[in-house]
């Protein structure tokens, strides 16, 4: 059931308890001067609403946002060209399994191959050994000594604690975070963050609210 939304001081939206951010909006595809372009992307670039995820492979409300509601937000607006959806880390933690997978993706896209190194470990929610990485390395192509430089030199985390600043800038704490925005001209709506893992029905609210607003 659609939730209503009401506004309320300070530029947040209201939906049954769940406050949603407002956050003042400027022009190129960015919110409040925070956000930068670019980054791991699904959809069409032109889409006209776009979404930024913040999120750790091993958290488990993330996982839960990527088995139920990334299907169905992909089915009906990212591949009929109304969303792109824009991929960032936020690992909890300086080490371990979390950034180990956040690394492992980028080393993966390199060669060409994130997303199905993204999608293999959601799937297994981060936690998989060094060797099982290994192997879905090869399973995808992948030159395994070019895979293997890339994750002993572990060049990547520094760009996964970017995210995370920026994340962290924005006010999330935790795990999954997400600002939904219009990909141009977002001066006619101001972004929205909404902190935490949310129905789909929350997003297929904001984003139908957006699409219409970007025709007004």
């Avoid at 209201?14 to 003042?24: D, K, T």
């Avoid at 709506?189 to 949310?198: C, D, H, Q, R, S």
Wanted: hydrophobic content about 40%; some cysteine.
């Amino acid at each position: 059931m659609t939730q209503r939304v009401d506004r309320g001081r300070g530029g947040r939206a209201i939906m049954g308890g769940l406050v949603l951010l407002c956050v003042a909006a400027m022009g190129g595809g960015t919110a409040d001067g925070q956000l930068r372009d670019g980054g791991p992307m699904r959809g069409d670039a032109a889409a006209p609403v776009t979404l930024i995820e913040y999120s750790d492979f091993t958290c488990g409300y993330c996982v839960k946002f990527f088995r139920e509601t990334w299907p169905r937000l992909h089915s009906k607006y990212v591949a009929t060209g109304k969303l792109r959806f824009v991929y960032r880390d936020y690992p909890r933690a300086n080490s371990g399994a979390g950034l180990d997978a956040a690394v492992a993706a980028r080393c993966a896209g390199e060669q060409g191959q994130y997303w199905p190194m993204h999608d293999f470990l959601f799937d297994r929610a981060g936690r998989v050994s060094a060797g099982e990485v290994r192997q879905q390395a090869k399973t995808l192509g992948l030159r395994a000594d070019v895979f293997q430089s890339c994750m002993s030199n572990a060049r990547h985390a520094e760009h996964a604690f970017a995210d995370r600043a920026e994340g962290s800038s924005l006010g999330f704490r935790g795990t999954p975070g997400f600002v939904l925005m219009l990909t141009k001209r977002p001066e006619r709506e101001p972004a929205l963050l909404i902190p935490g893992a949310v129905s789909y029905d929350v997003f297929e609210e904001q984003i139908e609210r957006l699409l219409a607003a970007r025709l007004k």
